[in-house]
């Protein structure tokens, strides 16, 4: 199959090295975790202790807030912890 195709891959001839392989792939991983996972992280943990945090963890997790800016501009658009509207019926 690959035989038909009008052009041929030789993956020896590639400019890419093993070591820029797994370079990209570091840093890959690394810009996935600290522009996705702990900014989620953080937002989470903040929609779960929002009412019964101390003064000194909340200082703590504003200061990774401030940490993962970049983050949390990332998901900012994605996300709504706003608080649902009260019932009328009360």
């Not at 820029?20 to 779960?48: D, E, N, Q, R, W």
Request: glycine share 6%; net charge neutral; proline share 8%.
């Amino acid at each position: 199959m690959l035989d038909s195709l009008p052009f041929s891959i030789d993956l020896n001839s590639l400019p890419l090295s093993l070591d820029m392989l797994i370079s990209l792939g570091l840093y890959g991983g690394l810009a996935i975790v600290y522009l996705l996972v702990i900014p989620l992280a953080i937002l989470f943990y903040l929609k779960a202790k929002w009412y019964t945090m101390s003064s000194i963890e909340r200082f703590a997790v504003y200061g990774l807030m401030f940490a993962f800016f970049p983050g949390m501009v990332v998901l900012s658009p994605l996300l709504n912890f706003r608080p649902y509207p009260r019932s009328q019926d009360s």
